[in-house]
């Protein structure tokens, strides 16, 4: 496989979390460098281990595991943005409590709604006989590096926008658990 593919590959499976990233931030307000920190590495590293497991799982568990995938994905990305949408209407002030997408359980649900489609490209890397090592290096980095340019683009549209931006990026992580149902279907 060549290396331009490779990064399109890359750039392609990135672009949710890019958008996720974005939207997280958007819900987190003010970043600081650990929040950045912890969601550009996670989406990375998450999407540069889900090829990697795709490719070793092989055919068998992929009769399993594509019926559902795009369930999976749309119910992590729904509860994290209906819990933002929630959040952004509780509270009256800037001070009240806010959930940090980049931490726990949260983080753990984002990175794994947005690698799931890099499950599949593992499988297909293995179905090719292309060794995985490399593609999924340069996944993981690709990724990283779109997501930390997310937090800090979301991060500022959160501070200039405030609520609004909250509700908006809520709505990003439904509608992107939707175009994955509606990608699956179609």
Known sequence: M???????IAIGLAMDAFAVSIASSIIIGKVNKRQVFRLSFHFGLFQATMPVIGWLAGRTVLEYISGLDHWVAFGLLGFIGGKAIYESFNGTDDNHQRSDPSKGFSLVL????TSIDALAVGLSFAVLNVTIWYPSLIIGVITGGLSLIGVLLGSRLGRRFGKRMEIIGGLVLIGIGIKILIDHFA
């Not at 060549?2 to 399109?8: E, N, P, S, Y």
């Not at 984002?110 to 709604?113: W, Y």
């Open 2 to 8: 060549d290396v331009i593919t490779l990064i399109l």
């Open 110 to 113: 984002l990175s794994t709604a």
